[in-house]
């Protein structure tokens, strides 16, 4: 089945304990982005990668890391959460075959609170 | 620059009535313009897109939107709304930047239908 899946689904953490959240899809996908979503302000884009080692900053990107060794995983890393990061979180990809008119597969999202 | 304002938060119609949720967008280039609902508790999925080519564009469940590019606008329509339509809907527009494409989403706009 083609897929996004991230871990965790659900996540509490304290402030400066740096956390990994996976992201893979199956479906061969070059272009992978990351989400945050809360309320009133739907979702902003934190980082988005193009293909394998190329990644750029979305609109939200401060406290954020990204990285894309293989194609099929894009892991968001937070080394150092701050409570104003607690947010629900979505992993997407797509292919872009022309440009920018594909549609992005979400995965089911990843809650995280930060205390 | 881009954005995407989805000109009300929440919208309340009777099962049955038609559905008309407003977005309006600015953009650099050519944008691609895409319609996503959300359920309570549910990832992302697409509606519909627009991606230059008819104006008019349908989607799942009913639902269609009009490109207007002299008003800037992209709303998203159904004749009859039903009561499974209830959820939060996105406006997003995905644009050309320098070493790839971002996508901006509107605040989302929550759709109430009454019985």
């Known amino acids: 089945e083609a897929q996004v899946t991230q871990n965790p689904r659900y996540l509490i953490t304290v402030t400066g304990k740096k956390l990994t959240v996976t992201c893979s899809q199956n479906?061969?996908?070059?272009?992978m982005s990351w989400y945050r979503q809360d309320p009133g302000l739907g979702l902003r884009q934190i980082y988005y990668s193009m293909n394998v080692e190329v990644t750029d900053k979305g609109d939200v990107p401060e406290g954020y890391k990204v990285s894309r060794k293989e194609k099929r995983n894009f892991p968001l890393i937070l080394e150092s959460p701050s409570p104003n990061q607690t947010s629900l979180y979505f992993c997407a990809s797509s292919f872009p075959k022309t440009g920018w008119g594909e549609t992005q597969y979400f995965g089911p999202g990843t809650r995280l609170l930060v205390l | 620059a881009q954005s995407v304002t989805q000109l009300d938060s929440h919208v309340s119609v009777s099962e049955g009535t038609p559905v008309l949720l407003r977005c309006n967008y600015s953009s650099s280039y050519s944008p691609s313009l895409f319609w996503y609902v959300q359920h309570p508790n549910k990832g992302l999925q697409l509606l519909l897109k627009y991606t230059s080519a008819a104006t008019l564009v349908k989607g799942i469940n009913g639902f269609e939107a009009e490109f207007k590019k002299s008003e800037t606008s992209f709303h998203l329509t159904k004749p009859s709304a039903h009561m499974s339509d209830a959820a939060e809907y996105f406006c997003?527009?995905?644009?050309?930047?320098?070493?790839?494409?971002?996508?901006?989403f509107g605040a989302g706009t929550r759709l109430f239908v009454k019985a």
């Open positions: 479906m061969n996908h070059e272009y």
């Open positions: 997003v527009v995905s644009d050309l930047n320098t070493g790839g494409f971002k996508t901006i």
